[in-house]
């Protein structure tokens, strides 16, 4: 069932550790067919190494096991809540990348300083708030995924142009149109979370970039005239 997804999860968790995006089991991925509404995710706990095509699970969009020995990610919930929410997303990504959980735990979202930045996220990229209390008692991981949504649909964000979020004394989640596009997004976050810090260090009260500039760079690339790469 769903091999060629299984297979581009399996790959996709497998560059998690080649990025540095994860220690030891700390993060995980996972992958939709939006046709049959069924999601493929890593299991629980299980190391990279010894992960296979054949020991990720396979669940439908309301968490039930389709497919699978294993017990799924503890992060399910929150994908699948991303999953109903946005339906433009194929793959969904979970790391503790430590540039990333750095703005996390410090509850601020990253400052879009310059074009790396503005070439991938248009805006800087959101902090979630915390879960209350009856929130976390109630059902942590999926309304983890509640307040991601909530939190762009109160700022108005198009999750297709700003493909990632990071959650307040936790982490990041990023995604994509497949499991792929969300690692690399998962990534670039990484990278534009370090370079941010890097932006204060140097300059504690450095302004984010001009709003033109922003614009120019992620419109190049993903504006209805991009110019930016290859034609196919």
Request: charged share 25%; with cysteine.
């Given at each position: 069932?769903?091999?060629?997804?299984?297979?581009?999860v399996?790959?996709?968790?497998l560059?998690?550790?080649?990025?540095?995006?994860?220690?030891y089991t700390?993060?995980?991925v996972?992958?939709?067919?939006?046709?049959r509404?069924?999601?493929v995710i890593k299991?629980?706990?299980?190391?990279y190494?010894?992960?296979?095509?054949e020991?990720?699970?396979?669940?439908?969009?309301?968490g039930?096991i389709v497919?699978?020995?294993?017990n799924?990610?503890s992060?399910?919930?929150?994908?699948?809540e991303l999953?109903r929410?946005?339906?433009?997303?194929?793959?969904?990504?979970h790391?503790h990348?430590?540039?990333a959980?750095g703005?996390?735990?410090a509850g601020r979202d990253i400052?879009c300083y310059?074009?790396t930045h503005?070439?991938?996220?248009?805006?800087?990229?959101?902090?979630?708030?915390h879960?209350?209390?009856?929130?976390?008692?109630e059902?942590y991981?999926?309304?983890t995924?509640?307040?991601?949504?909530e939190?762009?649909t109160?700022?108005g964000?198009?999750?297709?142009?700003?493909?990632?979020v990071?959650c307040?004394?936790?982490?990041?989640?990023?995604?994509g149109k497949?499991?792929?596009?969300?690692v690399?997004h998962?990534?670039?976050l990484?990278?534009?979370?370090?370079?941010a810090?890097?932006t204060?260090l140097v300059?504690?009260?450095?302004?984010?970039?001009?709003?033109y500039l922003v614009?120019k760079?992620f419109?190049?690339?993903?504006?209805p005239n991009a110019?930016y790469g290859q034609?196919n």
């Open positions: 069932m769903l091999e060629q997804l299984k297979q581009a399996y790959e996709a968790n560059e998690l550790p080649r990025r540095g995006l994860v220690t700390w993060g995980n996972s992958g939709i067919d939006r046709e509404g069924l999601v299991p629980s706990g299980v190391a190494e010894d992960l296979t095509p020991t990720l699970v396979v669940l439908d969009l309301e039930r497919e699978g020995d294993l799924p990610s992060d399910t919930k929150t994908h699948l999953y929410a946005f339906p433009a997303l194929g793959g969904v990504v790391t990348s430590p540039h959980v703005w996390a735990q400052p310059g074009t503005a070439d991938y996220f248009h805006g800087p990229v959101p902090c979630a708030r879960l209350t209390k009856e929130e976390l008692d059902d991981e999926k309304n995924g509640r307040v991601i949504v939190t762009f109160q700022r964000i198009d999750p297709v142009h700003l493909p990632a990071i307040h004394s936790h982490g990041p989640f990023a995604w497949d499991p792929a596009q969300a690399y998962a990534a670039v990484e990278e534009v979370a370090k370079m810090l890097y204060r300059s504690p009260d450095a302004a984010p970039a001009p709003g614009e760079h419109s190049r690339k993903h504006g110019y034609k």
